[in-house]
């Protein structure tokens, strides 16, 4: 089971994600945030695989909590959700390596579509580690012994 922290401050974007991931039984657990400031605190105290982040919120914007996370966990698997199709959202989150920004509404196959990628991307990591370590437990659930 891998962790993802959604911050939105959209509770039906947050609660149709939820929806979505449970509907499609990806192996995810999920936390959620109502803005890149209360997400931040949470990825502080709590350790993450994946993060979906709006890009538009209050307090702190999503690239923003970006920057602070890269800081934080440099190889958490990072997407952005936005209802901007502007290029320069896109451009600016190339250097902060997100793998996918997905424009609102989010199409459900397109998500599961990500998803799938952004989890096989973990499952590749994970047996990675496991060959550099092959004492390390197989990835049931992020604990304090595990590594991002």
């Known amino acids: 089971m891998y962790r993802m922290l959604i911050a939105d401050d959209n509770k039906n974007e947050r609660d149709g994600m939820k929806y979505l991931i449970s509907k499609y039984q990806l192996p995810i657990?999920?936390?959620?945030?109502?803005?890149?400031?209360?997400?931040l605190q949470i990825v502080q105290q709590q350790k993450f695989d994946i993060l979906l982040t709006d890009i538009k919120m209050p307090f702190m914007d999503g690239?923003?909590?970006?920057?602070h996370v890269r800081v934080?966990?440099?190889?958490?698997?990072?997407m952005l959700l936005s209802g901007h199709g502007e290029f320069e959202y896109a451009r600016l989150a190339i250097p902060l390596r997100v793998l996918?920004?997905?424009?609102?509404?989010?199409?459900?196959?397109?998500?599961?579509r990500v998803l799938s990628e952004v989890i096989e991307e973990c499952k590749q990591e994970e047996a990675e580690r496991h060959k550099l370590q092959p004492n390390?437990?197989?990835?049931?659930?992020?604990g304090a012994d595990s590594i991002l």
């Open 63 to 67: 690239l923003e909590l970006v920057k």
């Open 72 to 78: 934080i966990y440099p190889n958490m698997k990072v």
């Open 29 to 39: 657990e999920i936390s959620e945030a109502r803005n890149g400031k209360e997400a």
């Open 136 to 142: 390390l437990k197989p990835h049931t659930k992020l």
């Open 100 to 112: 996918h920004y997905l424009l609102k509404p989010v199409e459900a196959q397109e998500l599961r």
